[in-house]
């Protein structure tokens, strides 16, 4: 129905940027609101970013360095990433839910992308 795909990972070195992407196919109207979350080495999958209608919310972890950004009419996510820390190493993932309104649940989402690596390494 719904199909994710992330690309720009990356090793990077601390302080340095990223900027990822997620292009959306398929039956894209029903996506509502969509997020990034990531899963550090040995960690659960936490929530980093999320958008909905014109509005989006950030985890305290990242505020002041990542921003989310959606272009609803070409189907694509993208999240900014400055100021990188060696934390912020992990897979992320592009998610997206057919709920409206933000939100940092995991289990709202019902369409899950492949992920994406980013290392950040001094």
């Known amino acids: 129905q719904v199909q994710l795909q992330e690309s720009g990972g990356g090793l990077v070195q601390p302080g340095g940027s990223l900027r990822l992407s997620c292009a959306a196919s398929?039956?894209?109207?029903?996506?509502?609101?969509m997020a990034w979350f990531r899963q550090p080495p040995g960690k659960e999958r936490e929530f980093v970013a999320t958008?909905?209608?014109?509005?989006?919310h950030v985890a305290g972890s990242v505020k002041g360095r990542f921003t989310i950004a959606r272009d609803k009419a070409n189907n694509m996510m993208t999240l900014q990433m400055n100021s990188l820390k060696p934390e912020d190493t992990a897979i992320y993932y592009c998610?997206?839910?057919?709920?409206?309104?933000?939100?940092?649940?995991?289990?709202?989402?019902?369409?899950w992308g492949r992920g994406t690596q980013v290392q950040v390494i001094g």
């Open positions: 398929g039956r894209t109207l029903l996506i509502n609101t």
């Open positions: 958008v909905s209608g014109g509005t989006t």
């Open positions: 998610a997206g839910a057919s709920t409206v309104g933000l939100t940092s649940l995991r289990e709202r989402y019902r369409y």
